[in-house]
């Protein structure tokens, strides 16, 4: 079974900040994905990383495999930008569901 | 707005009753996933239906079920109802057959058991 760790559980930062939020796996995994969940408890998803990195906006996200980690990564944070940030593994082999971490609570301070 | 619906927003019942949530997916997504998050297990994967078919199966109790239905919409059956289930249901869907792929989340159904 896969473990997923994220880090820190808790990030208060402030307005324009680079922020960084860490997630590692236990076992090789197919597909690495980012979601966000706001305080209305609704949740988004931002990345699915197999390799390397993408880029949304002021959203990056890179995966190194051998090491079984992965960043998100907001630039230029924004109050907006506050909520849950959580990594889910997709461990693959007919395993068919996302393994969560815990998830990141993110608040930027105006 | 991610295009998948839930219903009901908010249930609230007692101990040993059954509920049943109701899942549509995004116009033509074939799969649909159940998850569930409560404040001390985080999201878990419940299960997984594609075009009608189960999948794949998480961590989903005996006491609780699920169906997808020829209309793609699907029902996740929650029976004898414990404290313990109090907790965010969502249900997420995408295209094809594998939760490798992006996944569309609905707005969630919060169940409270008192």
């Known amino acids: 079974k896969n473990e997923v760790e994220q880090s820190p559980q808790n990030l208060t930062a402030q307005e324009g900040e680079f922020i960084t939020i860490n997630c590692s796996y236990s076992v090789g995994i197919s597909a690495l994905h980012w979601l966000q969940q706001h305080p209305g408890g609704g949740i988004v998803s931002l990345f699915m990383l197999s390799s390397g990195k993408k880029k949304h906006g002021r959203l990056i996200a890179t995966i190194n495999i051998q090491e079984k980690h992965s960043s998100l990564h907001i630039t230029a944070s924004h109050p907006r930008d506050s909520a849950v940030y959580i990594c889910?593994?997709?461990?693959?082999?007919?395993?068919?569901?996302?393994?969560f971490g815990k998830g990141t609570h993110l608040i930027i301070q105006p | 707005d991610s295009g998948v619906t839930q219903t009901p927003k908010h249930l609230i019942t007692a101990t040993g009753q059954r509920v049943t949530l109701r899942c549509s997916p995004r116009?033509?997504?074939?799969?649909v996933y159940w998850y569930q998050q409560s404040l001390d297990q985080g999201l878990q994967f419940l299960i997984q239906?594609?075009?009608?078919?189960?999948?794949a199966k998480g961590n989903i109790l005996e006491r609780f079920s699920a169906q997808q239905f020829p209309d793609l919409h699907s029902e996740l059956n929650l029976s004898s109802l414990e404290l313990g289930d109090s907790a965010l249901y969502f249900c997420a869907s995408n295209r094809g057959t594998s939760g490798r792929d992006t996944q569309y989340f609905g707005p969630g159904t919060r169940l409270t058991v008192l």
């Open positions: 116009s033509g997504d074939l799969s």
């Open positions: 239906y594609y075009n009608g078919e189960e999948r």
């Open positions: 889910a593994a997709h461990s693959g082999g007919g395993a068919d569901g996302l393994t």
